[in-house]
């Protein structure tokens, strides 16, 4: 399946990206999608992908959710707003 | 509760978020408590100084978080009207990047509640903000991780 990862502030940064897709084996989680974004990230950037929560459709779940084909799911770096 | 949410690229009206907050007709209103979140002026270590805060969301879904926060606060508190405003791109220092106004029948469920949407935000809405100094462009500020259960 085929997921879309969207990327915000020091993680969009960090990967040089907002967005890209990734293709998971079916009953891949939010955790194995950050894996596979961690791979292809670069080195340095495992500490903050650790720090980073998740998102899929635009609601927070646990690295241990199911992903569906054409989720789309946003890593969260620490938030900072107000 | 009548509410007003919004995410918005324009400098925040503060006039129009009283007028909309202390409205006359709302004969149960006894208090209004707003705060304002306001850029703040710093001095690096290399002298330089702080123009201003460039701010970022997941657009979609920090709007829908907002909206969220406001139903929570108004299960908690007996909340008449509120008003929860958040700016997003370059805010200048002395400027507000956020308003946040309740009205309720008591003062103490006023403080309660906007202390709590404050706070609330600040740990879970995706909203990040970096830093514009005069010598260049700064860090993204230091944040707090959301918590998601495990």
């Given amino acids: ?82 | 509760m009548r509410s007003w949410i919004d995410l918005t690229g324009q400098a925040l009206d503060l006039e129009k978020v009283l007028d909309f907050i202390a409205r006359p007709g709302e004969p149960s209103v006894g208090g209004v408590n707003c705060f304002l979140g306001i850029t703040r002026g710093e001095t690096s270590t290399t002298g330089s100084s702080l123009l201003a805060l460039d701010y970022e969301s997941y657009a979609e879904m920090a709007t829908a978080h907002m909206h969220r926060l406001a139903e929570q606060a108004g299960q908690r508190w007996r909340i008449l009207r509120l008003a929860l405003l958040h700016r997003v791109g370059r805010v200048a220092v002395g400027e507000p990047s956020i308003v946040i106004a309740v009205a309720t029948p008591h003062r103490a469920e006023a403080f309660d509640a906007c202390r709590w949407l404050i706070d609330t935000l600040k740990a879970e809405v995706p909203i990040w903000k970096r830093e514009v100094w005069a010598d260049g462009p700064g860090d993204w500020v230091e944040g707090n991780p959301v918590k998601t259960q495990t």
């Avoid at chain 1, 894996?35 to 980073?52: H, K, W």
């Avoid at chain 1, 646990?62 to 620490?78: K, M, N, Y």
């Fill in chain 1, 1 to 82: 399946m085929r997921v879309t990862v969207k990327l915000f502030a020091i993680a969009r940064q960090r990967l040089g990206t907002s967005e890209l897709l990734l293709e998971l084996p079916s009953g891949a989680t939010a955790g194995t999608a950050l894996d596979a974004l961690s791979l292809q990230a670069p080195a340095d950037a495992g500490p903050l992908l650790a720090r980073c929560a998740l998102a899929v459709n635009r609601e927070y779940v646990s690295r241990q959710s199911v992903l569906h084909d054409g989720d789309e799911v946003a890593v969260i770096p620490p938030v900072s707003g107000g």
